[in-house]
């Protein structure tokens, strides 16, 4: 599988996680569109120190899971992924947030009283981010990219990351669909995201089962030396950065002062800075 310009890479969170994204960024750096993702994630994230400023600067979309509130924010952010010069895979969970007993139940009775489709593994699917997201781009996308995520034996916690215990495998299910296959408008977008939901429900009860999702095929292993050049690098990086800041002249400490400030106010006021070609064609 190969993520090419103008890709819409939807992820569909599967497991009681919050750790899917990790894999999601394993699984890019073994397609070489590691560069390019751009995450659909609850604003909360973009208050973190340092973490919030990274994803701001790579251009994350946040959201208040209110679409009276984000349908505004997030189609202005959806019209600069327009460019075709500049690749793109998005990714977004449609359930809205990730799989534990409670919400599990709470959307079961939601589903029984609404006469939905009741799902043993997942959330219900929220369509209208998604939809939003097909109507923006749908002139530069590629096709739409159905993962599932399948962990052994237990889902793991970021902890469990930390620490390298578990999972003991990850499995994960692709599915390319292009965009002759999903319809137009809004109420049949949710039918077919209602549809794709309850395969996906399926697959999983089958991987819980049997313990692999088919066609069954296995990853070769990343290189451990570039893993470790790249850790190396962010090493000497950040520990060069912290000794200048502490150790060098009051003009870099001012700079890096003024950096911070910047990037907190850029944050948490959600001011972007204006692309460099329409910069360009609004000068012209």
């Given at each position: 599988?190969?993520?090419?310009?103008?890709?819409?890479?939807?992820?569909?969170?599967?497991?009681?996680?919050?750790?899917?994204?990790?894999?999601?960024?394993?699984?890019?750096?073994?397609?070489?569109?590691?560069?390019?993702?751009?995450?659909?994630?609850?604003?909360?994230?973009?208050?973190?120190?340092?973490?919030?400023?990274?994803?701001?600067?790579?251009?994350?979309?946040?959201?208040?899971?209110?679409?009276?509130?984000?349908?505004?924010?997030?189609?202005?952010?959806?019209?600069?992924?327009?460019?075709?010069?500049?690749?793109?895979?998005?990714?977004?969970?449609?359930?809205?947030?990730?799989?534990?007993?409670?919400?599990?139940?709470?959307?079961?009775?939601?589903?029984?009283?609404?006469?939905?489709?009741?799902?043993?593994?997942?959330?219900?699917?929220?369509?209208?981010?998604?939809?939003?997201?097909?109507?923006?781009?749908?002139?530069?996308?590629?096709?739409?990219?159905?993962?599932?995520?399948?962990?052994?034996?237990?889902?793991?916690?970021?902890?469990?990351?930390?620490?390298?215990?578990?999972?003991?495998?990850?499995?994960?299910?692709?599915?390319?669909?292009?965009?002759?296959?999903?319809?137009?408008?809004?109420?049949?977008?949710?039918?077919?995201?209602?549809?794709?939901?309850?395969?996906?429900?399926?697959?999983?009860?089958?991987?819980?089962?049997?313990?692999?999702?088919?066609?069954?095929?296995?990853?070769?292993?990343?290189?451990?030396?570039k893993c470790l050049v790249n850790v190396m690098l962010v090493l000497i990086l950040t520990s060069g950065c912290t000794f200048l800041t502490f150790f060098s002249s009051i003009w870099f400490k001012i700079v890096v002062s003024l950096s911070?400030?910047?990037?907190?106010?850029?944050?948490?006021?959600?001011?972007?800075?204006?692309?460099?070609?329409?910069?360009?064609?609004?000068?012209?």
């Open positions: 599988m190969m993520f090419l310009q103008g890709n819409l890479f939807c992820s569909f969170a599967t497991t009681g996680t919050d750790v899917d994204w990790m894999y999601l960024w394993d699984l890019a750096l073994r397609k070489d569109c590691m560069g390019y993702i751009k995450y659909i994630l609850k604003s909360s994230l973009m208050k973190l120190p340092v973490f919030g400023w990274a994803f701001h600067i790579l251009e994350f979309i946040p959201v208040e899971r209110k679409w009276e509130v984000d349908e505004a924010n997030m189609r202005q952010m959806l019209s600069k992924f327009k460019d075709p010069r500049d690749p793109l895979c998005l990714v977004l969970f449609p359930e809205g947030t990730n799989f534990i007993a409670q919400k599990c139940l709470r959307s079961q009775k939601y589903a029984t009283e609404n006469g939905l489709p009741i799902l043993k593994n997942l959330l219900l699917p929220k369509s209208k981010g998604f939809n939003a997201c097909l109507e923006d781009l749908r002139s530069t996308l590629d096709a739409v990219y159905d993962v599932t995520i399948g962990y052994k034996h237990r889902c793991p916690s970021f902890l469990d990351n930390v620490f390298g215990v578990d999972p003991s495998e990850v499995h994960i299910h692709v599915r390319r669909i292009t965009l002759d296959d999903i319809p137009m408008s809004e109420r049949e977008v949710t039918a077919w995201l209602m549809d794709t939901f309850q395969h996906k429900d399926q697959l999983l009860s089958n991987f819980m089962s049997e313990g692999y999702f088919p066609p069954h095929g296995t990853e070769a292993n990343l290189s451990a030396f911070c400030s910047y990037m907190v106010s850029a944050t948490y006021f959600n001011i972007r800075p204006v692309p460099i070609f329409s910069f360009v064609k609004t000068c012209v």
